[in-house]
T-cell receptor, first 109, second 116 residues
């Protein structure tokens, strides 16, 4: 079966750095997405990785290792507004997105 | 503002009611999706429309009936639902559903459905 694993919840301190991991087992791979979802709002796109390595976009970076079936989202200089759920999704061989259950990130002052 | 709107934002209905959810996208996309989001569970893909044609139905019960009159509008008709159908229903759109490996989906804010 296809599976995406990510931690259910994480807590971090304002101004700090946090890494949210995602591991996957899918039938084929056509890219990995990270989305952010604030409570009661739509998921919004953060990043896309299809090749191994690190993609940096401001305070957020996303890393992919296809051989390990592993990705992480790195958030630097955490702000209170970063409190949200972070969803990992993989496009399989049919380009269908397989979703993780999301990681709820709680930022404390 | 994501360019995808959904109405209503909240809906409470009894098990014998019939209601419809509406989704509209203003992005010029050709693919539209219905997802079910339950607490602490992955997003469940329900239906996909590509160029107004339904391309996927992921074993969704017949009490959920989608309709896509054009590439900009998507409906989900609901009838005789069960309490376990209570969830957040999200609509999304993307450029197309086909063979592009980069196919970012844009989501609406969702309809919070409660079935009594």
């Amino acid at each position: 079966g296809q599976n995406i694993d990510q931690p259910t919840e994480m807590t971090a301190t304002e101004g700090a750095i946090v890494q949210i991991n995602c591991t996957y087992q899918t039938s084929g791979f056509n890219g990995l997405f990270w989305y952010q979802q604030h409570a009661g709002e739509a998921p919004t796109f953060l990043s896309y990785n299809v090749l191994d390595g690190l993609e940096e976009k401001g305070r957020f970076s996303s890393f992919l290792s296809r051989s390990k079936g592993y990705s992480y989202l790195l958030l630097k200089e955490l702000q209170m507004k970063d409190s949200a759920s972070y969803l990992c999704a993989v496009a399989d061989s049919n380009y269908q997105l397989i979703w993780g259950a999301g990681t709820k990130l709680i930022i404390k002052p | 503002e994501t360019g995808v709107t959904q109405t209503p934002r909240h809906l409470v209905m009894g098990m014998t009611n019939k209601k419809s959810l509406k989704c509209e996208q203003h992005l010029g996309h050709n693919a539209m999706y219905w997802y079910k989001q339950s607490a602490k569970k992955p997003l469940e893909l329900m239906f996909v429309y590509n160029f107004k044609e339904q391309t996927e139905n992921n074993s969704v019960p017949s009490r959920f009936s989608p309709e896509c009159p054009n590439s900009s509008h998507l409906f989900l008709h609901l009838h005789t639902l069960q309490p376990e159908d209570s969830a957040l229903y999200l609509c999304a759109s993307s450029q197309d559903r086909g063979t592009s490996s980069y196919n970012e989906q844009f989501f609406g804010p969702g309809t919070r459905l409660t079935v009594l």
